[in-house]
């Protein structure tokens, strides 16, 4: 029977704070919050490392640090002069071992857009995901922010900024309901900390309150609230999808990354899901999107990168990549990569 709105909402919080979160997962969740979290060590900051004397700045070049700039927040001269972008990147590059996954790719996504991405696989796509959004640090290059430097920031930190993602195979908790599942994606709230929990609940429970109500609200928009006290486990790949989806939404994020949010789910559901993110752009809600199924892709995005072998090869309409003999030959027509 479909849970009211009020009805147990702490137990429901509670249990949705203390689960076990997938490192993956968390970060699309927007729940890696704390500071002391575990990070992957490929991505965490070497910040309190010493200098190497060798690399060690000439004091006679050395620059004032009284004028020295903070890179983490640096502002964009570009992004300034061009409100409209919320983000810009720039000569990103990722190395691993010796092969080259990202070269040099550079573009924009628009606030209010979802900007497709697309190309053969290997392309370095989901590199770029993962780049942006903290789980991979960049060899070289720089991605501005709505305004702000955060290349290498850790994925708890890139999601502070206001940037959540999703991933190519849904992460949920299945030991959760849907409606938990969603509660852990909300920002960080008074009653989640123990000292909080264990004192007076006068102090969170409207925060709480206000949570679930949001939970609900999202529940209604996909149509799902039937399925609000259903475990995750036992739904199926396309619904756990919608989850996740939803989980990210309660973040209130500024942009939303999609990793091939079609993936493994029929055709009437993947219908269904751009649907969804087309009501979301016309809230205003800036989206850069993984995905192959092109009509889709033709549906919702504009402009759409193509990317092959690391680099950005061409972008703009799906109408204009059509009439590009590059990107026929690297991608549309069949071609390697």
Known sequence: MTQEPGAAAAPAVARAAGAAEDP???????????????QDPAVAHAAGAAQDPATAQDPATAQDPATAQDPATAQDPATAQDPATL??????????????????????????????LIGPNGAGKSTVINLISGRTRPARGSVHFDGKQIAGQRPHEVARQGI?????????????????????????????????????????????????????????????????NSYAAALSGGQRRLVELMRALMARPKLLLLDEPMAGVSPPLAVTIAQRLEE????GMTMLMVEHELRLVERLCDPVVVMAQGRVLAEGSMA????????IDAYLGGGGG
């Open 87 to 116: 983000l810009r990147v720039e000569g990103l590059a990722c190395h691993f071992g010796g092969v080259h996954a990202v070269q040099d790719a550079s573009f924009v996504v628009r606030r209010g857009t979802i900007t497709g």
């Open 280 to 283: 979301l752009r016309d809230t």
């Open 24 to 38: 993956a997962a968390a970060q699309a969740a927007g729940a890696a919050r704390a500071e002391g979290a575990a």
């Open 164 to 228: 959540v993602r999703t991933f190519q195979q849904a992460n949920v908790f299945g030991g959760l309901t849907v409606l938990e599942n969603l509660l852990v994606g909300a920002g960080p709230w008074p009653g989640e900390r123990l000292t909080a929990a264990l004192g007076r609940k006068r102090a969170w429970s409207g925060t709480e309150r206000e949570l679930v109500e949001r939970a609900w609200e999202v529940l209604g928009r996909f149509g799902l609230t039937g399925i609000a």
């Open 320 to 327: 204009e990549l059509r009439s590009n003999p590059e990107v």
